[in-house]
Nanobody
Framework: QVQLVESGGGLVQAGGSLSLSCAAS????????MGWFRQAAGKEREFVAA????????YYADSVKGRFTISRDSAKNTVHLQMNSLKPEDTAYYYC????????????????WGQGTQVTVSS
């Protein structure tokens, strides 16, 4: 399995941007699909974005499509989530996620989770 550590959360005004990073470590980290989930207060955790181990395939929740971009720096074993045009409803705790199987990752039944980072968007 891999270990995941997120960074980059914070407070931003609506319409602003934030970039999250997730540093992965482990023997075979380059083989893992990686992604992001979020959980708002009082709500269930939901899928945000994912990309395949090669970075060639990306997937987004409809709610963030066109505003968020997931990318991977394989040399640094890091995945990024660039969030633009942020809305108050994007406020949530964001979790980095990984799995060897992309479908498991997208469904939230993945092996590995980071501890999360808070993103707050003020109106």
């Amino acid at each position: 399995q891999v270990q995941l550590v997120e960074s980059g959360g914070g407070l931003v005004q609506a319409g602003g941007s934030l970039s999250l990073s997730c540093a992965a470590s482990g023997r075979t980290v380059s083989s893992y699909a990686m992604g992001w989930f979020r959980q708002a207060a009082g709500k269930e955790r939901e899928f945000v974005a994912a990309l395949s181990w090669s970075g060639g395939r990306t997937y987004y929740a409809d709610s963030v499509k066109g505003r968020f971009t997931i990318s991977r720096d394989s040399a640094k074993n890091t995945v990024h989530l660039q969030m633009n045009s942020l809305k108050p409803e994007d406020t949530a705790y964001y979790y980095c996620a990984a799995d060897l199987v992309l479908s498991l990752l997208r469904s939230g039944h993945n092996c590995c989770w980071g501890q999360g980072t808070q993103v707050t968007v003020s109106s």
